[in-house]
């Protein structure tokens, strides 16, 4: 666990799949020395547990972090569409003004 501490502390901030690794190795190991201790064999199950949540972790981070990217790139999509309405919206109150601005100058025709 201080080998883990001690990597992890060292980098850039750290990725979702590293920090779900890193928890489900320190949960891993401290559930695989629990029901190791039982049987006598607390570091072996201590070990075992720690390699077996590093895994499970890495696999459900590298699943999250593939959630968050598509998360992602909806939401840039979102924000495009809602500059494309903002646009769109300026252009047809500037056409309105001019349709607006044609009907005044026009002058009616006079009746005698």
Sequence with gaps: MF???GVFSCSEP???QERT???GAVVGSTVGAGIGSYYGYAWTG??????LGL???AIAGSQAEALEKQQNDLDQKIQQCDRDIQRQSEKLEELKKELQE???TQTPPMLD
């Design 14 to 16: 750290l990725t979702t």
């Design 3 to 5: 080998l883990l501490v």
């Design 46 to 51: 201590g070990m075992a547990g720690a390699v």
């Design 55 to 57: 895994c499970v972790g």
């Design 102 to 104: 044609q009907e005044n």
């Design 21 to 23: 690794a890193g928890a």
